[in-house]
């Protein structure tokens, strides 16, 4: 039996990546899709800060 090890990560959890709002790697941010269609990702701080809106919330 192969059972599956689940590497894939349960929903909500904290991805870690590049915040393109301070310019360095965070450990949760959200991806941000902007007026222009681009998306970036920030971390739940320059979220708050920057009062952006997460895409998955929209
Ligand atoms: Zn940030």
New binding site residues.
């Given amino acids: 039996m192969d059972e599956s090890t689940g590497t894939a990560p349960p929903k909500g959890t904290p991805t870690e990546g590049f915040?393109s709002?301070?310019d360095r790697i965070?450990e949760d941010v959200r991806l941000i899709r902007l007026d222009s269609g681009d998306t970036h990702y920030?971390?739940v701080?320059?979220i708050r800060i920057y009062k952006l809106t997460p895409y998955e919330d929209q």
């Fill in positions: 915040c709002w301070h965070s920030a971390c701080h320059c």
